[in-house]
């Protein structure tokens, strides 16, 4: 079963703090973001800074890993 409980403190966060938080490169953060690889949030004004979707990642995170165990594993997120 996985039931590991992941808190995200915030929604959203810029390229650097993601980049902070996960040791990946912000120039890496910022090719994956234009790769699709990392989920950004829907900007709402043009040149609005790019943010990173914590909840989106968040849950692709979870989903990787359930289909990684297989399916009868029960999520506890």
Same mark, same amino acid.
């Given at each position: 079963? @996985?039931?590991?409980? +992941?808190? &995200?403190?915030?929604?959203?966060?810029?390229?650097?703090?993601?980049?902070? *938080?996960? #040791?990946?490169?912000?120039? &890496?953060?910022?090719?994956?973001? !234009?790769? #699709? @690889? +990392? /989920? /950004?949030? &829907?900007?709402? !004004?043009? #040149?609005?800074?790019? *943010?990173?979707?914590?909840? $989106?990642? %968040?849950? *692709?995170? $979870? %989903?990787? $890993?359930?289909?990684?165990? #297989?399916?009868?594993? &029960?999520? /506890? @997120?």
């Amino acid at each position: 079963m @996985l039931s590991h409980l +992941i808190t &995200t403190s915030v929604p959203f966060v810029t390229f650097e703090e993601y980049s902070r *938080l996960t #040791g990946i490169p912000v120039n &890496t953060v910022k090719d994956y973001a !234009r790769r #699709g @690889l +990392i /989920i /950004i949030k &829907t900007k709402d !004004r043009p #040149g609005e800074k790019p *943010l990173v979707n914590m909840v $989106a990642m %968040r849950e *692709l995170a $979870a %989903r990787e $890993a359930l289909e990684k165990l #297989g399916s009868n594993q &029960t999520a /506890i @997120l």
